[in-house]
């Protein structure tokens, strides 16, 4: 049961990388939907840890990824990094989005 999991996961994650990167435009978008919808609710809950309101953490959550996804593209494009498979590619965009969370909430704090 165990291979079964660790195949989807690797099959998921095999299909964001290759529509992210060989597609174009309708690859990039369809990669970022992927994204969005992955890792939406984790990047609110982390950042309605550190925030007063759902509002504010939604608005948070959402340019966490967003800003996280501009920043694998950016590194993908200039070959700073490529997927071989051996791990999770969603782990590496988690981590990209956690700092992106982190980040944000940081500069609100500052702004109070």
């Given at each position: 049961m165990a291979n079964l999991n660790y195949n989807n996961e690797q099959t998921k994650d095999r299909?964001?990388?290759?529509e992210w990167k060989d597609n174009g435009k309708d690859g990039w978008n369809k990669a970022f939907e992927?994204?969005?919808h992955l890792?939406?609710?984790?990047a609110f809950?982390?950042?309605?840890?550190?925030?007063y309101d759902d509002a504010t953490a939604e608005q948070l959550a959402v340019e966490a990824i967003y800003n996280a996804f501009l920043?694998?593209?950016g590194m993908m494009k200039s070959c700073q990094i490529e997927w071989r498979g051996e791990q999770a590619f969603s782990s590496f965009i988690w981590?990209?989005?956690?700092?992106?969370?982190?980040?944000?909430i940081r500069k609100l704090?500052?702004?109070q």
């Open positions: 299909t964001i990388f290759q992927r994204v969005f890792f939406y609710h984790r809950v982390t950042c309605r840890l550190h925030c920043e694998i593209d981590r990209r989005v956690s700092f992106r969370c982190l980040d944000e704090l500052r702004e």
